[in-house]
């Protein structure tokens, strides 16, 4: 969607490659794409203006994502919520940011 709008041409889908398994998933870019990509950035702008992070969902396509170890899905019930509030809190200093 950013290459259509910055040089003005049609992409009617692209690729996602898996550097671990080296398989290179193609995706139609549709306008159900579409439509969900400009809800999911509206979403992600809001959290970002709430100061939130969203918790993580464990699900079966984390096992192969190379993030796994630093978004720890496990646990991601055990702490929802900001995570500067969360570890300013866990750490007893500061006071929360509004």
Do not use: F, W
Not at 21 to 48: F, G, N, P, Q
Request: positive net charge; proline residues 5%.
């Amino acid at each position: 969607m950013c290459l259509e709008e910055m040089v003005g041409v049609s992409v009617p889908k692209g690729a996602l490659y898996y550097a671990a398994s080296k398989r290179r998933l193609e995706v139609a870019i549709d306008e159900a794409l579409r439509t969900e990509t400009i809800a999911a950035a509206a979403r992600y702008h809001d959290l970002v203006a709430k100061r939130e992070t969203p918790p993580a969902q464990l699900q079966r396509k984390c096992a192969n994502c190379s993030l796994r170890e630093l978004c720890l899905p496990e646990l991601s019930s055990l702490a929802p919520g900001s995570a500067a509030r969360d570890l300013s809190r866990a750490l007893g200093v500061g006071g929360e940011r509004q």
